[in-house]
């Protein structure tokens, strides 16, 4: 009864000799759930426009980028005030993707990706703090990295994620893949208790 969630995309094919394919979306998350009664309070709310390009340079590769914003109102629970706790969010989300389907043992169908995220962090996240804009990247809904181990230890702000994997059919209808991440902070949040001490991780 207090939150809020719509969504709307949609997707364009170029038609061109690479395949090229556009997809435009907007994500909207209203959460009224800390407003007490009070006329002086507002409601947490992220909006999402975001792009994705695909495209199919070569045979064999396909590449793909996007790119996402979050505007709304953050409201900090840990400054006791009343309307001057919502900060404007400004966030950031960018992502390259890579996929090389290997023109050798074709019959175990490898593929090499390569994928690389950038996720805005906020400088003065800190229950003590809000001043400024919330730059912070809230992931809201993800499922991307769902089965990465570090999904579960640290939140995707601040955060520079590069991945490497190998995937393969070795016998018919299993696939399996061998992957390899390096994490390391952005730089943008000193006093980020989201992400602890993380410095430099590779899991």
């Known amino acids: 009864d ?13 038609g061109d000799a690479l395949d090229t394919v556009v997809s435009v979306y907007f994500v909207a998350d209203i959460d009224q759930s800390l407003i007490d ?6 409601a947490e709310t992220i909006y999402v426009p975001g792009i994705h390009v695909s495209t199919n340079p070569i045979e064999g590769l396909n590449l793909q980028v996007e790119a996402a914003h979050q505007s709304g109102a953050y409201i900090n629970q840990g400054v006791v005030l009343a309307d001057e706790n919502a900060q404007n ?20 169908n490898p593929v090499v990706k390569y994928m690389w995220s950038f996720f805005s962090g906020d400088e003065a996240n800190s229950p003590q703090s809000n001043e400024g804009d919330y730059n912070a990247w809230e992931e809201m809904y993800e499922s991307q990295y769902s089965d990465f181990i570090f999904d579960d230890l640290i939140a995707l702000t601040d955060l520079q994620v590069h991945t490497l994997a190998l995937s393969g059919n070795p016998i018919e209808d299993v696939t399996t ?8 902070l952005a730089g943008n ?3 980020n ?6 410095s430099t991780s590779t899991i």
């Open 2 to 14: 207090d939150r809020s969630l719509a969504g709307i995309k949609g997707t364009y094919e170029l």
């Open 37 to 42: 009664g009070t006329d002086d309070e507002k």
């Open 89 to 108: 969010r400004d966030a950031w989300a960018v992502q390259f993707i890579s996929n090389y389907q290997v023109p050798v043992l074709e019959e175990y």
């Open 177 to 184: 893949t061998l992957r390899w991440s390096y994490l390391r």
């Open 189 to 191: 949040a000193p006093a």
């Open 193 to 198: 208790t989201a992400v602890g001490t993380l």
